[in-house]
């Protein structure tokens, strides 16, 4: 279900403003199908807004906007039934269970045959013996865990990550690992917001800069590693 042929995402001189402050004031991004792309920044660089955007949560004030061909503005029920996405803070319902949060996803985009990969899901992410507990007494870090399953569950297109790392335990990092890995072979396009560099180099390919709302720089995840690519980070960030 893609639009005309070009990268499964697809941002050129995004613009959004809430009131007064441009919180994305001209980012570029391109990522083709089956690649992982990582969103490195400060607090406040525009990672999570720009995520948003590509979920369908926020609208652009400017620029080019598209997943799989499809423009967010014209297209938004097409872009969002491609997308999945794990958002940095909330999306769960605190008096319902993980397994009662897939069965609403399965059911909101008719989903078949979806509890075997549910179950496999929970394991991975160590949250089997959770599944029928209510979120509300989750840690951080389970809360997360879950958030990225449930943006995985239906094997989209797109799978936007806005900070899967935050908080969690070698054992989520290892899960959401798995699953990057996973839907870039099945030819997803990856896109992953997150401030820990070490993390964004294993997770993707290639890494973009943003410092003020303005992406600074595209390059690849390698020259991001070890010590000098902690160096040419900050000068980036500086």
Known sequence: MTG??????EVAGLRVAFGAVEAVAGVDLSVPAGHALALLGRNGAGKSTTMRVLAGVVPPADGVVR??????????????????????VGGLVPRATPWEHLQLSARLRRLTGWEPRARDLLERFEL??????????????????????????HEPAVLLLDEPFDGVDPVGVEA????????????????????????????????????GGTGVATVPAATMAGEEGARAYRALLD
Do not use: W
Not at 68 to 87: A, F, I, M, N, S
């Open 176 to 211: 959401t690992m798995e699953v990057i890995d996973d839907a870039r072979a099945g030819g997803a396009a990856v896109l992953v917001s997150t401030h820990l560099r070490d993390l964004a180099v294993q997770a993707c390919g290639e890494v973009t800069v943003l410092r």
């Open 128 to 153: 089997g013996n959770a599944a029928h507990r209510v979120t509300s007494g989750f840690s951080h870090g389970m809360s997360r865990r879950l958030s990225v399953l449930l943006a995985a569950l």
């Open 4 to 9: 005309e042929e070009g990268p499964a995402i």
């Open 67 to 88: 997943v799989c061909g499809h423009d967010v503005r014209d297209e938004l029920l097409t872009v969002k039934r491609l997308v999945g996405y794990c958002p940095d």
